[in-house]
């Protein structure tokens, strides 16, 4: 991890750190959410994240960056900017799973870089871990701008946060919040 305190004030100024009583994208209720497209909006502050990313792996040989749909298109372009390769990026499927489209392709034994903007459960990494398998591809590691995970991922390569944050999870039936009656919001734009 780099300098968190820089960091997390770029994401304070941006106010992309919320309060209240929120429903994370895993189903889990939070008093804490970190809203990333509330920086990803201002490009100076998008750009100095990535530059962190970038440094902690510029000695990786990283021949592709790729990151998950929709805040990893940014951050996989910015990010590959900066260490001179390409950035791509994994769709969502009717199946519910993530694929490479549009052309893009992970060579056999191709140096891979996976970033992603917040992790929590790791869900959206492991779909993208599972699209470089699939290729072929080398994970040399993963990089993420927040990393608020309770547990550790299941993948042999090192993670790069940011920010290091573990923040407050309940399961909705053991919810203090939900108990106090506090609205339950949905942030973001994805379906339930």
Not at 25 to 43: A, C
Not at 63 to 80: D, H
Not at 126 to 142: H, P
């Amino acid at each position: 991890m780099a300098n968190n305190n820089y960091a997390e004030n770029l994401f304070t100024s941006s106010g992309a750190i919320l309060n209240g009583h929120f429903l994370l994208t895993s189903g889990l209720h939070s008093p804490v959410y970190w809203e990333k497209f509330r920086i990803l909006q201002y490009p100076e502050y998008t750009s100095r994240l990535c530059q962190m990313i970038a440094g902690n792996f510029s000695n990786d040989e990283v021949e592709v960056v790729i990151g998950p749909t929709t805040g990893g298109i940014i951050l996989s372009y910015e990010v590959a900017r900066y260490l001179g390769t390409r950035g791509i990026f994994a769709e969502k499927t009717h199946a519910g799973n993530r694929a490479l489209k549009r052309g893009f392709e992970i060579k056999t034994g191709e140096r891979v870089l996976l970033v992603d903007d917040v992790l929590t459960t790791g869900k959206s990494i492991m779909e993208v871990v599972d699209v470089i398998n699939r290729a072929q591809g080398k994970l040399v590691g993963i990089g993420v701008l927040v990393d608020r995970s309770e547990k550790a991922l299941d993948v042999d390569a090192p993670l790069y946060s940011c920010i290091r944050s573990e923040t407050i999870t309940y399961r909705p039936e053991n919810c203090p919040l939900c108990a106090e009656g506090i609205p339950l919001v949905k942030p973001g734009s994805s379906e339930v």
